[in-house]
T-cell receptor, first 115, second 115 residues
Framework: DARVTQTPRHKVTEMGQEVTMRCQPI?????VFWYRQTMMQGLELLAY????????DSGMPKDRFSAEMPDATLATLKIQPSEPRDSAVYFC?????????????FGPGTRLTVL | QKEVEQNSGPLSVPEGAIASLNCTYS??????FFWYRQYSGKSPELIMF????GDKEDGRFTAQLNKASQYVSLLIRDSQPSDSATYLC???????????????FGAGTILRVKS
């Protein structure tokens, strides 16, 4: 059963600390998305990769957030320095090439709390 | 106008009834439409998707498209308490025709099925 995996599942940190979240997309998927979900804003797209190349990070605060795909099996989202307003659930999703290419499959999420 | 709009609900239906969830979209040229289900504390799960060429049925779920009025519906027949969740509608953003599109998500409709 192919699934998107994310680590850590929960993270509590103090303001100013660096946070790194990791995602392993489904094998063979060539698109990777990072989302943030809060009660107030809903699901927001932060960044989007295809074939490891960043295509769109317009939704991401550039001064503190960065997203990378070091290889096809790993995507990372970093926040440095973290702030209390970054507290949210961060989801990674991956999508296949070919077929229904718009479909996205979500990982379990990382619940981030910044104190 | 938001690209995708949903009534936040909650929509309450008795067990066994048909639940009807609607989503309006702003881009008349939209070609694909997605429905995700999200249980509390979990990640969005793809239920079904349709293209602009027709409706689709999958078990108890039916997705219907009304192009003239620019809305897509999700019908859940024989609703069960286990269907209680938030249902998110998603559409590729306006003008984004590239293969492997990103999606714009609505805020979601909370469905409660009462036993």
């Amino acid at each position: 059963d192919a699934r998107v995996t994310q680590t850590p599942r929960h993270k509590v940190t103090e303001m100013g600390q660096e946070v790194t979240m990791r995602c392993q997309p489904i094998l063979g998927h060539n698109t990777v998305f990072w989302y943030r979900q809060t009660m107030m804003q809903g699901l927001e797209l932060l960044a989007y990769f295809r074939n490891r190349a960043p295509l769109d990070d317009s939704g991401m605060p550039k001064d503190r957030f960065s997203a990378e795909m070091p290889d096809a099996t790993l995507a990372t989202l970093k926040i440095q320095p973290s702030e209390p307003r970054d507290s949210a659930v961060y989801f990674c999703a991956s999508g296949p090439k070919g077929g229904a290419a718009d479909t996205q499959y979500f990982g379990p999420g990382t619940r981030l709390t910044v104190l | 106008q938001k690209e995708v709009e949903q009534n936040s609900g909650p929509l309450s239906v008795p067990e066994g009834a048909i639940a009807s969830l609607n989503c309006t979209y702003s881009d008349r040229g939209s070609q694909s439409f997605f429905w995700y289900r999200q249980y509390s504390g979990k990640s969005p799960e793809l239920i079904m998707f349709i293209y602009s060429n027709g409706d689709k049925e999958d078990g108890r779920f039916t997705a219907q498209l009304n192009k003239a009025s620019q809305y897509v519906s999700l019908l859940i027949r024989d609703s069960q308490p286990s269907d209680s969740a938030t249902y998110l509608c998603a559409v590729p953003p306006r003008g984004y025709m590239e293969y492997g599109n990103k999606l714009v998500f609505g805020a979601g409709t909370i469905l409660r099925v009462k036993s």
